[in-house]
């Protein structure tokens, strides 16, 4: 199924902006210390697709003629919400389960566990903290460090720690203090082409956050790889944007922009390049078409068709795992279909959590079955290696 980019805003006022908690959360070498890294330019490019978002059409577009993605097999089975994805240099990927806290290291037809990482689950309450988004640094192949997005009871936190490729060092913390709640608690990782650390944070249900250009809680931070901001972040401080409600997944592209899947509450779930210190719009407008000074996304859907956690870009398209809407999702991203967005594997697996692009060109995805809002299915969760 094909869709274009719906145009649609939804102003949010009064008592209704503060109730950030509906429809769409969730369901809805040798080991070393990494060196400081230091700002040299002004962060990726934020420039604006080359085409703006089409507006609504019922007539049919190229993507529709796209072969539909393949799976291939499944790396994995029997996991328990398999959340960060972060690819080693060797092809395999360090996998994160939310709700446990254990890292497994997966492919070349082995899936083994080599640690776990203590983590604040809330499972049992409906809960989305936990171990969440993944990151190796840049110069891991000379400093073996990765970075964790993970929950405490008291904050959520980015924690640094080595791999050698057998053990896990213990884990420092870089930052602190992130906002924690049931819902929105955020999660997203990734490193940018400036060797800065991108961080997506959720507005932990509180909806008066996310416009505070003084909170870290419904933003995208940058920050270097010891957790300080670059002297030219556009604040004085981590924030690089906000006004967001939950973003779980972030990505860069080839052409070194920034992406970003939003949950929506009641309006729109939103796909959105993320621009140095714009405003989003949370709580004020969900979708497009709200008042001025706002940056509308490229793609939108209603809650109940995606939810979107993880958000990978291959072939010229971003892929978003949405979860209500049990599929994955493809948008163009450039030309004169931007904004177009397709449907995949609708049904066939249940709530899709993760899509991470993996370095042989296929797509990894995961399931999230066994988060508390469905039925596990037999073998959830698995991950599933995608062709495109």
């Known amino acids: 199924m094909s869709v274009r980019a719906t145009r649609r805003g939804l102003l949010i006022g009064g008592a209704a902006a503060s ?28 420039s604006t697709p080359s085409s703006a978002a089409p507006e609504p059409s019922d007539t049919s577009d190229p993507a529709s003629t796209t072969p539909d993605p393949q799976v ?6 029997g996991l328990a919400v398999p959340w960060g994805i972060a690819f080693l240099p060797d092809g395999t990927a360090l996998v994160g389960e939310r709700d446990t806290g254990r890292l497994l290291r997966v492919g070349k037809g082995r899936v083994d566990e080599i640690g776990t990482l203590d983590v604040y689950s809330r499972l049992d309450e409906g809960g989305e903290t936990g171990l969440l988004g993944l990151a190796l640094d840049p110069a891991f192949a000379d400093n073996r460090m990765v970075y964790a997005y993970v929950s405490t009871p008291d904050d959520n936190r980015i924690v640094l720690f080595s791999y050698d490729g ?30 800065m650390l991108y961080a997506a944070t959720g507005d932990a249900e509180d909806a008066a956050s996310a416009p505070d250009t003084g909170s870290l809680d419904g933003k995208v ?50 796909l959105n390049l993320i621009r140095r210190g714009k405003n989003y719009g949370w709580p004020d ?41 049990e599929c994955v ?23 899709i959590r993760s899509v991470a692009a993996a370095p042989d060109g296929s797509l990894w995805v995961t399931t999230s079955n066994r988060d508390g809002r469905t039925d596990p299915r037999p073998g959830d969760d698995r991950i599933l290696r995608v062709m495109i």
């Open 166 to 195: 057998k053990t896990l060092g213990a884990p420092e913390p870089i930052l602190t203090g992130i906002g924690t709640s049931i819902h929105h608690n955020g999660g997203g990782l990734a490193f940018g082409p400036d060797d």
């Open 19 to 46: 109730l950030a908690a509906c429809s769409s959360s969730d369901d809805s070498g040798t080991p070393g210390e990494p060196s400081s890294s230091t700002s040299t330019g002004a962060g990726p490019t934020d």
């Open 72 to 77: 291939a097999g499944e790396l994995a089975t």
């Open 221 to 270: 931070l940058r920050m270097t790889n010891l957790g300080t901001a670059p002297r030219d972040n556009p604040f004085g401080n981590l924030v690089w944007s906000y006004g967001h409600r939950n973003v779980e997944g972030i990505t860069f592209d080839g052409r070194g922009r920034l992406w970003s899947a939003e949950f929506g509450d009641k309006g729109a779930d939103e």
């Open 285 to 325: 407008v969900e979708g497009s078409d709200g008042p001025g000074g706002y940056v509308d996304p490229l793609a939108e859907w209603p809650v109940d068709q995606c939810s979107p956690s993880g958000v990978a870009v291959a072939d010229g398209r971003a892929w978003l795992g949405a979860l209500q809407g």
């Open 329 to 351: 999702w493809s948008v163009v991203l450039d030309g004169p279909d931007a904004g177009t967005s397709t449907q995949h594997l609708t049904g066939e697996y249940g709530r």
